[in-house]
């Protein structure tokens, strides 16, 4: 205690000295690790432009369609000038603008200063770069040359000059070129016209994106897995960094890059020449993103799992190019992984030694079983997994393993992705006693539609899941394929597999998110406690037609609200009395045969509506293009295709829109139909029908011929695709279509079935001499589904050579119609005794018989211009109130001889139930009289295809 009392100052001041260290020395630790740049891994990091705007303008294109990604490189490469945001893809091409795209892309055009006659001065350079020679050009045949069209043997000859190699084409030679075509040889040949210009390519997938904090500033990191490694080599930091040092020097030496070089790489690696298989992307709304719409910013349209292109100079973005790359799966058995051998593969090998996916030491040899050998390029960062299984299996456990793991003559599936292998399973069976158990669809995912193909679903919050043959897919209870997954489609995904992100088993929920009815009313009282609103002077939206529905005035009293209802972007559900008489557009669906409104907006003001196809969608301005007109959509806007409630993602060009806007044009409702029919995805469509003649019968197919008309042959036979009736003509590319043992024949005139043994008997009637079978030149329709005959029908020809509105609509069924005459029929039958027996057996036989399907929502096909169009209503005007009432066309289906096709398969005399709610195309007798049933039109159906 004494000791403290005398030396209290000196214990003061080392206590202050000791606590000024501390934090001295805290202060210089928390600054060192301030100082530490963000770690992204071991990886390059590449970074944005300093005003992508200017770039976005300068490369904004809006009519290049699917081909802008070819266009935007071509105006990039200074082939063609962008004039007020079009490009022209379609536009043939003259020599002289040839001559002037050429000369561009080879770099020869920095001396041309005389623009005043452009023929002059291009003459030189056609002379110059070898494309004609100064004699030909003073031929008198060649008076016009500059004036002529280009034909694409001439374009490839002066493409294959600049390239100085040969360059492949598949277009006929006499074809006239147009500008699309030498956009398509530029994109094929990027590579060396990119070099010419100092832009490197970085091509892979993307594997990740997440959320950073640099500088004190949000951004977005994305994490590419690339196609071809990247090689950063000691010698090149150490040159570039002296070379930074002299920039003034003549005598500096030039940094060696290889091909896909980059200028950054963290310290751990930077003393060593090093093999990267990643890079990073960071942004902060500085990377330009070429979508399939067009250009933004906005990182949220990259998708992961995508595969992108990203074009650099000076180690700086210029442009992300984003697109989707099919994968596919091959099996066999492992034979070696070994180098590559220039003899065994022709790669484009880098003439500056980098290393990549296509020239290091990865090739994997397999062989199919039918013993037959394949090779196959490795990426640089494949996944190899050990299965302790057979292939096939639906139970089985993975682990990674290491490529020597690798057994010859093991089973194998190899994942291949843009040529390259990705990943590979090797399989080794494992005695069934030693197995353990994983319960099927043990695993469960769910999620809305954004996008579906024969090989991926992509759901609204981008993760995407791939499909294979072996994945089961159900509606309804019903096996089914992946062409009745709608956009909008509310899915489950089972996973027997819980490492997999391929399901085994993927259902399509019910009818949810399908509108039953598209409402325009006036906002009446709402209920806050029911959460129900009761809607006034209601007009439902029937073919792209408002009608009033007055009768069911009872029918919109407390409705159900189970969406969101907004008034301009913002939700008002809880404020709907302060917009009382306001007009309200509203989505009804049925929830357990319930009505409710599952989304709804109210406008304020007056409206405009447009009725035709939208040209053009622009996600990264949230806007479209309809009829000259730009509208603007946002997260408010009421969506409808083809029935379901969906995202703007799901917006879709050249199909039926119906757009209401206020008079800002933001649009309300978006109603679109016909995606199934849309003209750019007939190539996907499934059904095939084709109208022409009986050739020939064979085992397994028969031969089509033309068509007939009045008992006589004309020129050309008929088929429909996706909406589109085309005209072809009989000779080397007459179909010779297949047939199953399943195919239905049946004989329209006689109403008979035949049997396939029955057409066998035809067969070979070319070569009967003088006798010719029944059925030879008869009039056909045939229905194929991935060109297998479903259906075959036989008609007398009817006389009319036109395939239009007279024999083929579009639908939607509504259900089995009972006519008027019907029940009175019943009720006199009750009342005479007399004739009691002869009114049951009129009876019984109309139970045998199929009573007609009533349709709605009719289309039918135009032959001027090539494409459906819905029927008008019919317009009628009440002479007391001097009102307009319209009232939607519908009209009886007679189903009695029909070929009904559905799920693929054909069925004949089926219950006008399986029609109802399903989307019909109709082929039906044409009939010179009409046949009216209660006021409505009633057809004979030939075919009905039911989806």
Known sequence: MYYLEINRAKTLKGLCLFLTAFIIITTSILNIYAEQPISYGNYPVLRGTTNPQEIQEDNKITDAGKDLRQMVLSSRLKAFKVQNNKIYPSRQLTNLDTIIALTALSGNDKDITNTDNLQETYKAKAIEQGFITEEELNKKENEKFFENKTTMRQLNNYFSKIMNKEIKYTSPTNKIATRLDLANMIYENKQDLLNKEDISIYSGQVISKSQIVEDGKNKSLITVKLDKNIVIKKDSQDTKRNTNNKNNSNTAEKPEYSENQVDKIVDDNSYDSTVVSYLNIVSQKDVPILTPSGFTTDVNNIWEQSQINIYTKNNNIIYVEQFTVPTSEVVGVFESIMKEDKQLLSNDSSEKGDKSADNTTNIIKIKDYNNKAHLYKLHPDVKILQVNGEIGDNISVEKPVDKDQLSYGQDVSLTVRNGVVTSIK????????????????????????????????????????????????????????????????RLKFFFDDIYSNIPSKIEIEGSQRQADRIIKAKVGPYSIASKSITLKDTKELQNGQWVDTKEDAKAYENVKIRGDIYANSAKVNNKLKNYNNQEIYAVLAKNQGIPTIEQGKIRLGDSLKFDSSITNIDYSQNTLQIDGNLVKFDDSTIIIKDGNIVKSGNLEKNINSNIETNLLKTAQIIVQTGASLN????????????????????????????????????????????????????????????????????????????????????????????????????????????????????????????????????AKGVGEYTSSDNNNNNGNNNNNNSNNNANNNNNNQKKESIKPVLIKNIYEYNSNTNRLQPVAPITTTDTATQQIKKTPVRKLINVQKAVVIYNGKAIMKTSPDTLKDKNLTIIFKQNRDKKITDNIEELDAIVVIAE
Not at 453 to 482: A, F, P
Not at 692 to 703: E, N, Q
Not at 782 to 795: E, R
């Open 426 to 489: 090797g399989y080794v069976p494992v005695e069934e006693e030693l197995n353990s158990y994983v319960p099927p669809e043990s695993q469960l995912s769910s999620g809305i539609v954004l996008d579906v193909n024969d090989s991926s679903i992509t759901l609204t919050n981008n993760k995407t899941y791939s499909i294979s043959s072996d994945t089961l897919i159900m509606k309804n209870g019903e096996i089914t394929d992946y062409r009745q997954i709608k956009d909008g489609d």
């Open 679 to 810: 003209i750019d995805k007939s190539e996907n469509y499934p059904y095939k029908i084709y109208r022409g003649t009986l050739r020939d019968v064979f085992d397994y197919s028969v031969l089509l011929g033309n068509d007939i008309e009045n008992g006589r042959k004309v020129n050309h036979y008929f088929m429909w695709q996706g909406g589109v009736w085309n005209r072809l003509s009989e000779g080397k590319t007459t179909p010779r279509i297949n047939f199953t043992e399943q195919t239905q024949v049946y004989d329209f005139d006689n109403n008979k079935a035949l049997t396939i043994d029955e057409i066998r008997q035809k067969q070979y009637a070319l070569n009967a001499f003088g006798i010719r079978p029944d059925y030879f030149n008869r009039q056909v329709y045939i229905v194929t589904k991935d060109d297998v005959a479903v259906s075959i029908n036989f008609i007398k020809a009817q006389g009319y050579v036109q395939v239009n509105s007279q024999n083929l609509i579009v």
